[in-house]
């Protein structure tokens, strides 16, 4: 290494003074002598006949988004579930509001203009550091229905209206723990594929009664009529009994395609997005995690209803291998509502004073410790089963 280097210091001197033919020459010697690319041989006889490369220039235009605006940035990412920059700065101005309505948060005029101003990447950039700090280093439990899938018609895009809120697709999420023996609780997840509002149900087991009594719950909560339901094939849903009320309250009842799960796509979104991500994959056979459970569900779907902004697929195009694809403005469900004008006066009035009334970051804190609750009441459990197993055994 030292003799390469005495070889180019030497050489330097020479090229610099000579012409150009002679560098060509020379820059054939060294490569010879020194094993060097013929590229890399020439810069550095450049960077020995130059000198040093002189100091880069230090950042001169200030920084716009300063520490000191970063606490309130994570409260806020923290506050929306740490959901992506697209999705934050979409109801930044919003949210910002309900905090400062709930003394959450305190910002001076400057800082709030300058978190409703900043773009998504910006946003994901600021944020990138805490998101890379927390990263973290469902088994399908259908079983087939009747017979009477045959007068359940499957569900084709031209018999729903996708645009009018109203049509809702249903799906039960089992909460087995990897153990699909005796009787755990499912929850019932309801979707409405136009604005998004999504209504989680636990229920004590997949019967059919538990089923039916959470979607008449889940239809005296909804803030619309219900128009449609469709469901996959198990038959929990795929029953007479189901069938018939649907037929005396004048309800669309379609069910999926048998073994093509993308037919509903958007509740099965929810499944992980609402239920797994707030529920986790433990065992939940009790009473008491059953009730914690309604407990968690009763915040979260006011949470992600009126807080939570989602984007929907709008464009997709293939040309050759590449994939190209186009989302709409990230909303909540409740602002999809408001823009299909799908609510009457009297509830649009109410929708609203509920909304002004929520705290996201309250609902937020209840929600994780009431996560945090139901994980060890979950594991106290399966360690005292653990340890009567081991006694008996």
Same mark, same amino acid.
């Given at each position: ?7 180019? &210091? ?250 093509? &799960? ?49 984007? &929907? ?81």
């Amino acid at each position: 290494m030292a003799e390469r280097q005495a070889i180019t &210091k030497e050489m330097a001197r020479r090229y610099a003074r000579a012409e150009k033919k002679q560098r060509g020459a020379m820059l054939d010697e060294l490569c010879a002598l020194t094993g060097y690319n013929r590229s890399y041989a020439a810069r550095r006889l450049r960077a020995r006949a130059h000198g040093p490369a002189p100091p880069k220039r230090g950042r001169e235009r200030p920084r716009t988004y300063t520490a000191e605006l970063l606490p309130a940035l994570r409260k806020l990412w923290a506050t929306l579930d740490r959901c992506c920059g697209k999705r934050l700065a979409a109801v930044m101005e919003a949210t910002i509001a309900a905090l400062e309505r709930h003394g959450e948060i305190s910002l001076t005029p400057e800082q709030r203009e300058l978190l409703v101003a900043a773009s998504p990447a910006t946003l994901d950039r600021l944020l990138a550091p805490e998101r890379r700090r927390l990263r973290l280093r469902g088994r399908s439990m259908t079983k087939p229905g009747t017979l009477l899938r045959s007068q359940i018609p499957v569900r084709t895009f031209a018999e729903w209206d996708h645009g009018r809120a109203g049509f809702l697709e249903i799906d039960l999420v089992a909460h087995e723990g990897g153990d699909s023996s005796g009787e755990f609780a499912y929850t019932l997840c309801a979707t409405d594929v136009a604005s998004g509002w999504t209504e989680p149900r636990v229920v004590r087991n997949r019967a059919r009664k538990w089923t039916f009594e959470a979607l008449q719950d889940i239809r005296r909560c909804l803030p619309f009529a219900l128009l449609g339901l469709d469901s996959d094939n198990g038959g929990e849903f795929i029953n007479h009994h189901l069938a018939n009320w649907c037929a005396g309250q004048e309800i669309s009842f379609t069910r999926s395609r048998p073994l093509n &799960k993308n037919d509903g796509c958007y509740v099965e979104q929810k499944n992980w997005s609402v239920v797994r991500r707030e529920t986790g994959y433990g065992r939940y056979d009790t009473d008491a995690e059953r009730e914690l459970i309604a407990v968690i569900y009763a915040d979260l779907r006011l949470y992600v209803n009126y807080f939570l902004p989602s984007m &929907k697929l709008r464009l997709k195009q293939r040309v050759g291998a590449r994939v190209t694809k186009r989302y709409d403005t990230p909303a909540t469900p409740y602002q999809r509502l408001l823009a299909l004008k799908a609510l009457d006066e009297a509830t649009a009035a109410r929708l609203a004073a509920e909304y002004l009334s929520l705290n996201p970051a309250e609902l937020r804190r209840r929600l994780t410790d009431n996560e945090k609750k139901l994980t060890r009441m979950c594991a106290l459990k399966m360690d005292s089963r653990g340890r009567e197993v081991a006694a008996t055994g």
